[in-house]
């Protein structure tokens, strides 16, 4: 009789989580006997312990000729990864409003308020999952899940008992990235003006006017603006609604740590921690989105755009072949600041590790207990809980950067329309220079080449 190494072939899954048992010989020569405690034995010998299937194991012995090979004998248990905690929000966030008949087109949007008292949101905690178990019988890790990483901002409290955030006054509430918070409400009734002068204002800003070239609107919450913005500054802390548009000359600005909707954009610098939304055209402008860029019906025409996942566009370029450059991936400003965080938190682990050494040889050193010593054991203690508090504080903001990168395989250009000769796409270090039309596309990268497929 063989041996049943040379009678059998075991092969294990990828994932260890289940093994198969190969026949080598012919289906006609099946009419050998086989010892089920041999069989156990050689699984042993390969290291499977869990999961074995003993009664198939017993079937194959007892009459081997019965079975189509190859046969599952080991199966082990797969982990459940454990689920993210939700954010449920309490309250209609829309800002549509009804454009039925008798709508004023100055009216252009809603912003979402809420009385005091009011719940804005509740958090649902993540779930730890469940471990499973390979055939080897090693434990397979699950993933917990990852938790809500929102706190109460402004005019917000929080309840540990329902895990629920309140309002504290009334206002505008504003969800942001990490924060909720509830702002009150600076109105201007005109354009702004040497009678208004420069606006700064902790909380939420509405102009029913223009902004005019020179002048700075400032706000810890949002601004909305009902008229044009020229080579005016507009930095808000939330988001930015602009009815008509910006004529920047090149030198206007607006900056938004989440998003900015606006009419069109021509000959304008651009920032926004979200996105960026585009009714009409963006021209000859500067716009950088951490997420998506979307121009609704114009046509994106010269400047450069980067958006950390998304561009979406009619017509990309123009007949003309104006150079328009687009670039998806990493933000630089966030790459910049993780390489600092990077490099401070090395150096601080260092003066850790020194600090460390000094502590426990002064702390030896137990026949030196003249005050002098005492008070530079103290000093030292000092000095290494302030250097950890640092420590930590860097690996929280790096975590949240992390948390911002995103990945070149989720990022993508759509084209409803056309994109013309001279416009530039990159991914992170690829780049590629569009040399004819391409009409109703999605450019993406698919296996470290940009790729251009059907939309």
């Known amino acids: 009789m063989k041996d049943l190494h040379e009678l059998f072939d075991i092969k294990i899954a990828k994932d260890q989580l289940s093994a198969e048992l190969y026949y080598n010989e012919p289906e006609e020569a099946r009419s050998i006997n086989i010892n089920c405690a041999e069989l156990m034995e050689m699984l042993k010998e390969n290291n499977i312990v ?66 005091k008292g009011d719940k804005l949101a509740t958090i649902i905690p993540p779930s730890k999952g469940k471990n499973g178990k390979n055939v080897f019988g090693k434990d397979v890790l699950a993933r917990p899940g990852k938790p809500v990483l929102m706190r109460p901002g402004k005019n917000v409290r929080f309840s540990e008992t329902d895990q629920t955030f309140y309002a504290t006054a009334e206002g505008q509430v504003n ?35 223009d902004v005019p070239t020179g002048f700075t609107v400032k706000a810890s919450g949002d601004i909305k603006i009902f008229g044009l913005v020229e080579a005016a500054t507009i930095i808000a802390e939330g988001s930015v609604f602009i009815s008509e548009g910006m004529a920047g000359l ?28 585009v009714e009409n055209s963006i021209l000859h402008s500067e716009c950088s989105a951490r997420v998506d860029i979307k121009c609704q019906r114009g046509n994106i025409i010269g400047g450069v755009l980067s958006a950390g996942r998304a561009i979406k566009g009619k017509d990309i370029g123009n007949r003309m072949n104006t150079l328009t450059e687009l ?54 203690r000092h000095s290494f809980n302030k250097t950890k508090e640092q420590l930590d504080d860097i690996d929280s903001q790096l975590e949240s950067i992390n948390a911002s990168l995103g990945s070149l395989e989720d990022t993508f250009l759509k084209v409803k329309g056309t994109i013309f000769p001279n416009a530039v796409v990159s991914f992170g270090k690829y780049r590629r220079t569009i040399d004819r039309n391409y009409d109703n596309v999605t450019i993406k990268m698919e296996r470290n080449d940009i790729a251009i497929s059907p939309y």
Not at 341 to 368: G, P, S, V, Y
């Open 250 to 277: 090149k030198t206007g600005t607006i900056q938004a740590n989440e998003d900015v909707h606006i009419g069109y954009i021509n000959q304008g610098n651009v920032i926004a921690g979200n996105s960026i939304l």
């Open 50 to 115: 869990f999961g074995i299937d003993e009664q198939k194991i017993a079937e194959i012995t007892t009459n081997i000729s019965s079975h189509h090979f190859p046969v599952s004998i080991a199966k082990g248990i797969s982990k459940e990864d454990g689920k993210d905690g939700k954010l449920i929000y309490k309250l209609d966030l829309n800002t549509e409003i009804d454009r039925s008949d008798g709508w004023d087109f100055r009216e252009v949007m809603r912003i979402p308020t809420v009385q």
């Open 175 to 209: 969800f942001g990235v990490k924060s909720i918070n509830v702002y009150t409400v600076y109105e201007v009734h005109e354009d702004i003006s040497m009678k208004t002068g420069n606006i700064d204002f902790v909380g939420t800003v509405v102009i029913r006017g």
């Open 327 to 380: 670039s998806f991936g990493v933000d630089k400003k966030l790459f910049d600041e993780q390489v600092k965080l990077e490099t401070e938190k090395e150096n601080l682990k260092d003066n850790l590790r020194k600090l460390q050494l000094l502590k426990a040889k002064m702390e030896k050193e137990t026949h030196l207990k003249n005050s002098q010593n005492r008070i530079t054991l103290l000093k030292l």
